[in-house]
């Protein structure tokens, strides 16, 4: 009888084991899911910023044709990203492109003072932030699932429950880059 017992507990405390193992990974996924829904968010938040912003500083800057047209396709190619990596990378091309167009910015006092421009550069400057924010929670998210699939014993069964490793939301090897300032 006590041999019963012992195999009824050992049963049980498997099912326990599956049970909370399965339930957390299904708990961390979800939370992977909500945090690209917030970077999703915020990436289309800029995005629809961006148009209000350029026909503001083409008032001022019309010669400056190719930094307008970088930032448009910088900004379809964000809209029509479907994947972590290439938003990732949209999304950084998008970021250059507006650094050239608040580079121009500067060379127009008038524009700087503009009510309207300054409100959208406080904006896009706000909803960069939350990107940033988005993007680390994110990748917060991931790190812990990623750990609780490569810890023993779950490395054993994950696979079983179909729990796959995530990938991470990186920067491109040109936000790595050493930034160079002159002052010539």
């Known amino acids: 009888m006590n041999t019963l017992w012992i195999i009824l507990g050992a049963i049980a405390l498997l099912l326990t084991y599956f049970w909370t193992l399965y339930n957390g990974l299904v708990t961390l996924k979800t939370q992977i899911e909500e945090a690209w829904s917030q970077i999703?968010?915020?990436l289309k938040r800029r995005a629809d910023l961006i148009p209000n912003l350029v026909s503001t500083?083409?008032?001022?800057a019309k010669h400056e044709k190719t930094v307008f047209s970088d930032v448009t396709k910088a900004r379809s190619a964000l809209m029509g990203a479907?994947?972590?990596p290439d938003?990732?990378?949209a999304s950084d091309m998008l970021t250059g492109a507006l650094g050239k167009l608040f580079a121009v910015a500067e060379n127009y006092p008038q524009l700087k003072a503009n009510e309207n421009f300054t409100q959208l550069q406080k904006e896009l400057s706000d909803t960069e932030d939350k990107v940033a924010y988005s993007r680390q929670y994110y990748?917060?998210?991931v790190n812990d699932y990623n750990i609780k699939i490569r810890t023993?014993?779950?490395t054993l069964v994950n696979e079983m429950l179909g729990f796959h490793e995530k990938e991470f939301f990186a920067a491109d090897e040109a936000e790595r880059k050493s930034v160079k300032v002159s002052f010539e």
């Open 82 to 84: 479907t994947s972590l």
């Open 87 to 89: 938003k990732a990378k």
């Open 57 to 60: 500083v083409k008032g001022y």
């Open 139 to 141: 990748n917060s998210v």
């Open 152 to 154: 023993f014993p779950n």
């Open 40 to 42: 999703d968010i915020q």
